[in-house]
C-alpha cells in the first residue's frame, strides 16, 4: 500500500492519500492540500474522500477538494447531523461555520472499500470522539487510519465535545486492542510503527484510567 501523508496547518488533522486514489481527511486548508496532492497524482484521479469524523479540522476542505476532483464523500451515518452543526462539528472553536455539503456515501460497520493492489479499508465504527467516529484498517499490509480515536504512545481522543462519551471511546479502543497492527496511522501527529499493538493496549489502559471503567 502506498500512503501519502499530508499536513498543511498548524490546526489541521493529518490527511493521508492511499494508492493515488483515496484520500483519509482533508484538514482546513483547501487550496495547500490540493497544491500537495497535484505533487503526487493527477487529482482527477482521485476517486474517494473518506472523512473519519464529523470535526471540522479533518473535514472543512473536503467539499472543495471534492468539486476539483470529482471524489464521492463519505462519512459514517452517525455523524452526518453533527457536521453541519457549528458546535457539534467544532466549526464554532475556529470562528467558522459547519460544513453545507451533502456526503455521497453514507459509511457503517463491517464495509469494506476496495483501493486496489488486492488491498481494502475495512470500516471499524468506533464511537466516543463522535457518535459517528471511524478507524481503517487494510489487513493485507496490516495498517491502521485510527482518526482521533487513539494516538501513539497510549494517547486518546477527546471525549468532551458534543456527541463524545467516554465509555464508548474505551469500547472502540479495546476493539482496536484485537487488530494485528503493524502500522498506525493517526488523524494528528506521526505514524508508528512501533509495536503497534502495546501502544494501542496503552490506550485502552489510559482510558480505563481516565474514565475509572472497571
Known sequence: MNVKKFHTGYYDANS????GKVLIDTGINADALIAEIEKSIDINDLELIILTHCHYDHTAAAEAIARKSGALIAIHKDDVEL???DE???AAAFDSRAP???PDVLLDEGESIPIGNGEHL???HTPGHTPGGICLYEPVSKSLF???TVFPQGSIGRTDFIGGNSSKISGSI???TQLDVRTMYPGHGEPTSENVKRQIELSYRMAKSIFKII
Not at 493521508?16 to 494508492?19: C, G, H, Q, V
Open 16 to 19: 493521508y492519500l492511499i494508492n
Open 83 to 85: 457536521l453541519h452543526h
Open 88 to 90: 457539534a462539528s467544532a
Open 100 to 102: 453545507s455539503f451533502k
Open 122 to 124: 475495512q470500516i471499524i
Open 146 to 148: 485510527s482518526g482521533d
Open 174 to 176: 479495546q476493539r482496536l
